[in-house]
């Protein structure tokens, strides 16, 4: 274990939603460190409005910026909605987010549910999304509780208190918009009974595809570092999933 010359890539999210995607690109980037910035006390983001967003983020992008990364990830879709265009037009790093993978579920066929927490609800990239994927098909829910719950109850998700959270809706596909739903996927699979999309393997493939790097083998030891928040949590949790991923 000596001093490492990897690339480094940063992630923000309010909370644990976001551990589900650095896992997956900790799984296809082995050449590359990744710092984790969270904010767990302060979940749900999607309580909040636009411009409380914008200073938030800006906070821990000026963090960011000072650690010199290859790419930032806004492992948020709630932040990604409302703040990406403004934090591209505030730094000169590359900056990618994670959107509801309303296409891949469009190709289902039938009536697509998104679930979604109330700002993204609420965003005009969602809307726009919606019109260019849906095929007037998607029924877009806010979840106004669903985030907090997760994020509080992570180690005993109910299916009884999903239930309570979700929309009482028929769907043919299901759309997890919040990175923190994506824990609850098999359970949520089941209450709709249809195929459940998240945008984890599109959105570490976008950043590979940015990064360019395709290599595999793993040449110097990986960093995975927490910041801000409840560092043992997202630590504990992030090492959960990533064993489970590799297994
Ligand atoms: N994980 C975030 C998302 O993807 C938001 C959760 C929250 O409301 O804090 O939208």
Same mark, same amino acid.
């Given at each position: 274990?000596?001093?490492?010359?990897?690339?480094?890539?940063?992630?923000?999210?309010?909370?644990?939603?976001?551990?589900?995607?650095?896992?997956?690109?900790?799984?296809?980037?082995?050449?590359?460190?990744?710092?984790?910035?969270?904010?767990?006390?302060?979940?749900?983001?999607?309580?909040?409005?636009?411009?409380?967003?914008?200073?938030?983020?800006? =906070?821990?992008?000026?963090?960011?910026?000072?650690? &010199?990364?290859? %790419?930032? +990830?806004?492992? $948020?879709?709630?932040?990604?909605?409302?703040?990406?265009?403004?934090?591209?037009?505030?730094?000169?790093?590359?900056?990618?987010?994670?959107?509801?993978?309303?296409?891949?579920?469009?190709?289902?066929?039938?009536?697509?549910?998104?679930?979604?927490?109330?700002?993204?609800?609420?965003?005009?990239?969602?809307?726009?999304?919606?019109?260019?994927?849906?095929?007037?098909?998607?029924?877009?829910?806010?979840?106004?509780?669903?985030?907090?719950?997760?994020?509080?109850?992570?180690?005993?998700?109910?299916?009884? =208190?999903?239930?309570?959270?979700?929309?009482?809706? &028929?769907?043919? %596909?299901? +759309?997890?918009? $919040?990175?923190?739903?994506?824990?609850?996927?098999?359970?949520?699979?089941?209450?709709?009974?249809?195929?459940?999309?998240?945008?984890?393997?599109?959105?570490?493939?976008?950043?590979?595809?940015?990064?360019?790097?395709?290599?595999?083998?793993?040449?110097?030891?990986?960093?995975?570092?927490?910041?801000?928040?409840?560092?043992?949590?997202?630590?504990?949790?992030?090492?959960?999933?990533?064993?489970?991923?590799?297994?």
């Amino acid at each position: 274990m000596g001093i490492t010359n990897n690339p480094l890539v940063c992630f923000f999210d309010s909370g644990i939603g976001g551990l589900n995607l650095l896992c997956e690109s900790v799984r296809i980037l082995p050449q590359v460190d990744f710092t984790y910035f969270a904010d767990n006390y302060r979940v749900p983001y999607g309580a909040l409005g636009k411009e409380q967003l914008k200073e938030i983020s800006r =906070k821990v992008f000026l963090e960011i910026e000072k650690l &010199k990364p290859a %790419a930032a +990830v806004i492992a $948020c879709n709630t932040l990604t909605a409302q703040c990406i265009d403004y934090l591209r037009g505030e730094f000169s790093f590359e900056i990618i987010g994670i959107q509801p993978a309303i296409k891949p579920a469009a190709e289902v066929g039938g009536r697509i549910l998104v679930l979604v927490t109330p700002a993204t609800a609420k965003s005009q990239s969602l809307m726009r999304l919606s019109e260019q994927y849906g095929e007037g098909r998607t029924t877009v829910a806010a979840c106004p509780d669903l985030a907090s719950y997760i994020e509080n109850n992570i180690a005993n998700l109910e299916k009884s =208190k999903l239930i309570e959270l979700l929309p009482n809706v &028929k769907a043919d %596909a299901v +759309v997890l918009g $919040c990175t923190h739903y994506i824990f609850a996927s098999e359970i949520i699979k089941n209450i709709y009974n249809c195929p459940v999309f998240d945008g984890l393997s599109g959105t570490a493939a976008h950043l590979r595809e940015k990064l360019g790097i395709y290599d595999h083998r793993q040449t110097r030891a990986q960093k995975i570092t927490f910041i801000g928040g409840n560092t043992d949590k997202n630590r504990d949790i992030f090492r959960t999933i990533i064993k489970r991923t590799v297994l």
